[in-house]
């Protein structure tokens, strides 16, 4: 069985500044999917970034970017300029393939300091 | 405004009662799924349905059913409710293609068991 891995339970940052959360996964395929969610304190789960296995270019969307080390099994995500409402919990997902269901970490909590 | 609704933000069961956690999604997605979060270990599967009256276990089926008679609904059931099921359950839904996009979820449901 796939298996997430988050080894940071809380991260805190200052606004502003830059800070990279990690992730490593243990799969056995070649064709999956790696997602990077945000729960906010409302609770609503949002798709932060998501990232193709084959693609070896890191995806990025606005201030959020990810290392993916496909040999590594590595996915750590990097938010730049960090604002206070990136303040959430930060979870990351592993999908494999065919297989459309998600795996999940046991999260990150993230604090945004002013 | 793609949705996935839930229908109770908050819920109170007394030990033993029969729960139903009703979950509605308005994008014509072919899976959907039950998660419970609770913290520490992350989000866990439930149960999940790929199609109208396909149901598969997830990681943790125990003390729970699912129904989904209706594409759009998707219901999770404590035959009978136990403390130790007071969480937060995490609907989702996703639509089957030839890339994954991850999941759309609902707000949560936060149930407590006394």
């Known amino acids: 069985a796939q298996t997430v891995t988050q080894s940071q339970p809380e991260m805190s940052v200052q606004e502003a500044e830059t800070v990279t959360l990690s992730c490593t996964y243990d799969?056995?395929?070649?064709?999956?999917?790696l997602f990077w969610y945000k729960q906010p304190p409302s609770r609503q789960m949002i798709l932060v970034i998501r990232?193709?296995?084959?693609?070896?270019q890191n995806a990025t969307e606005n201030r959020f970017s990810v290392n993916f080390q496909k040999a590594a099994k590595s996915f750590s995500l990097k938010i730049s300029d960090s604002q206070l409402g990136d303040a959430a919990m930060y979870f990351c997902?592993?999908?494999?393939?065919?297989?459309?269901?998600?795996?999940f970490g046991k999260g990150t909590l993230l604090t945004v300091n002013p | 405004d793609v949705k996935v609704t839930q229908s109770s933000r908050y819920l109170v069961k007394r030990t033993g009662e029969k729960v139903f956690l009703e979950c509605v999604q308005d994008?014509?997605?072919?899976?959907m799924f039950w998660y419970r979060q609770d913290p520490g270990l992350g989000l866990r599967l439930i149960y999940f349905?790929?199609?109208?009256?396909?149901?598969e276990k997830g990681d943790i089926p125990e003390g729970y059913s699912v129904s989904r008679e209706k594409k759009e609904r998707f219901s999770l059931i404590l035959e009978s409710a136990s403390t130790n099921q007071t969480s937060m359950y995490l609907c989702?839904?996703?639509?089957?293609?030839?890339?994954?996009?991850?999941?759309?979820f609902g707000s949560g449901t936060r149930l407590t068991v006394v």
């Open positions: 989702a839904s996703s639509f089957v293609g030839h890339k994954n996009y991850g999941y759309t």
């Open positions: 799969t056995s395929e070649s064709d999956y999917y």
């Open positions: 990232q193709e296995a084959y693609k070896q």
């Open positions: 997902a592993y999908s494999g393939g065919s297989n459309y269901k998600l795996t």
């Open positions: 994008m014509d997605h072919e899976n």
């Open positions: 349905s790929y199609d109208v009256k396909m149901k």
